[in-house]
């Protein structure tokens, strides 16, 4: 079993939409949590940070945890079509010396039709 | 500001040949770098990290002496990758981490380099 799991889509909605990204984990060591926005053939961008569990909002975006479960999601309320691109998910334990090293999922391709 | 860039964006070479692939943070100093490989349509996985003056530390399975890193300055990592093969070919990106600033969220991506061994 992959320590990071995420459905590589592809998802493809209306503009408009509300779109719900997930990933589910197996290491229960993981306590920061992370989704990034990757463009074709470009460096990923990070977009929400969380720390443990629960919700964090930040305009159209809203990232949940959910520790118990082992499943985060991201959430894009009226979607655009600049929303268009592949969204990572990534997990880090705590340090203890690990250099927060960031486990990735393989990534959503999504796009957003006008 | 923390942005990083990556040289060259694309490269082609042949096969036994060395590539050369330059990491640099331009407006922050990095401690710490990291250098991934990201096959299609996989994720991004990590080869090693880089600190400024010391050996880099590699990721179980990846070959050291195959991937070459220095890490000269606060704001410059190379990754060298020696004698290339096809199979080496991939999408390189490098992440640098704010110095100061040890959290999981403060590593900054570069563009990523394409490299295609014939």
């Known amino acids: 079993q992959k320590e990071v799991e995420q459905d590589p889509g592809p998802l493809s909605v209306p503009e408009g939409a509300i779109v719900s990204l997930n990933c589910t984990y197996s290491?229960?060591?993981?306590?920061?949590f992370m989704w990034y926005r990757q463009y074709s053939r470009k460096g990923p961008e990070l977009l929400m940070y969380?720390?443990?569990?629960g919700n964090k909002e930040d305009g159209r975006f809203t990232a949940q945890v959910d520790k118990s479960s082992k499943y985060i999601s991201l959430f894009i309320r009226d979607s655009q079509p600049s929303d268009s691109a592949t969204y990572l998910c990534?997990?880090?334990?705590?340090?203890?010396?690990?250099?927060?090293?960031?486990?990735f999922g393989k990534g959503t391709l999504l796009t957003v039709n006008p | 500001g923390a942005v990083v860039s990556q040289h060259p964006s694309r490269v082609i070479c042949k096969s036994g040949t060395s590539v050369k692939i330059e990491c640099r943070s331009l407006d922050f100093q990095a401690t710490t770098m990291f250098w991934y490989r990201q096959f299609p349509k996989q994720s991004l996985m990590l080869m090693a990290t880089?600190?400024?003056?010391?050996?880099?530390?590699?990721e179980q399975g990846v070959e050291k002496d195959k991937f070459l890193i220095n890490h000269a300055s606060l704001t410059l990592s190379t990754l060298t990758v020696t004698s290339a093969h096809p199979e080496d070919s991939s999408f390189y990106i490098c992440?640098?981490?704010?110095?100061?600033?040890?959290?999981?969220?403060?590593?900054?991506f570069g563009p990523g380099t394409r490299l295609t061994v014939l």
């Open positions: 969380t720390y443990s569990s």
């Open positions: 990534a997990m880090s334990a705590t340090s203890g010396g690990s250099n927060y090293k960031l486990t």
């Open positions: 290491n229960s060591a993981f306590q920061y």
């Open positions: 992440s640098a981490r704010l110095t100061g600033a040890p959290r999981p969220d403060t590593q900054y």
């Open positions: 880089s600190n400024e003056g010391s050996k880099a530390t590699y």
